[in-house]
């Protein structure tokens, strides 16, 4: 069924490392979109993509890098560079039909060791 | 600034009786309003949403009020049920800014049985 997956579901970075989070979505969606959520705060937009090859950076680009060579896929790093990374990081996608109700994964957890 | 906001960052109820969760905004250009609800450790789900050419959506045990001269939202959950508790955050959109969301900070709901 059809549906978004985030993985890892948890996931530790090391000091001056880097990580990347998958996502994955088999809903034939254009725009995909990676979101982060801190504690009692709402979901803030790192990047996101509307369509293949092409994304733009959203509120809280830095220390982040995303690619989008797939449709279905639109990986996002957390660079060295990203001095608090510890955060939950979710991923979303739609389309033009329903452009304004975004369909989340469950989310990966970041932590910083 | 925050352009969306829940202030109230946690509400307790009975079960049977209503909740009410409350959101405000500052951008006048915002064209349509979203709730979402989400459960500890997964992405959030969409609920209910608004056009700004409406002051009321309806949808089972959820209504959704929008008065725009106050800039002012609220979700009515009628009754609520233990099933309902979750964190919850309103949401906003303009029609010239593709699919990007801006979120509120979301409210923890306790429906107690």
């Known amino acids: 069924d059809g549906g978004i997956t985030q993985s890892p579901k948890y996931l530790f970075r090391k000091e001056g490392q880097n990580v990347t989070l998958s996502c994955e979505q088999n809903l034939n969606h254009d725009a995909m979109y990676w979101y982060r959520q801190d504690p009692g705060q709402g979901l803030r937009l790192i990047y996101y993509?509307?369509?293949?090859?092409?994304?733009q950076k959203g509120d809280i680009a830095e220390g982040y890098s995303v690619s989008r060579e797939k449709k279905e896929s639109f990986p996002l790093t957390v660079t060295s560079a990203q001095k608090n990374p510890t955060a939950f990081y979710l991923c979303?996608?739609?389309?033009?039909?329903?452009?304004?109700?975004?369909?989340f994964g469950s989310g990966t957890q970041l932590s910083v060791l | 600034d925050q352009q969306v906001k829940q202030n109230s960052p946690s509400l307790s109820v009975q079960e049977g009786r209503i909740s009410i969760l409350n959101c405000d905004y500052t951008n006048s250009m915002f064209d349509y309003f979203l709730w979402y609800k989400k459960y500890p450790a997964e992405g959030p789900t969409f609920l209910i949403s608004?056009?700004?050419?409406?002051d009321k959506n309806e949808d089972g045990r959820f209504t959704v009020f929008l008065n725009k001269s106050a800039k002012h939202l609220s979700l009515h959950i009628v009754p609520s049920q233990p099933g309902d508790s979750a964190v919850y955050f309103c949401?906003?959109?303009?029609?010239?800014?593709?699919?990007?969301?801006?979120f509120g900070g979301g409210t923890r709901l306790m429906v107690k049985p």
């Open positions: 993509s509307q369509i293949v090859n092409d994304f």
């Open positions: 979303a996608s739609s389309d033009d039909r329903h452009n304004e109700k975004l369909f």
């Open positions: 608004i056009s700004s050419i409406k």
């Open positions: 949401a906003a959109g303009a029609n010239n800014a593709g699919n990007m969301l801006t």
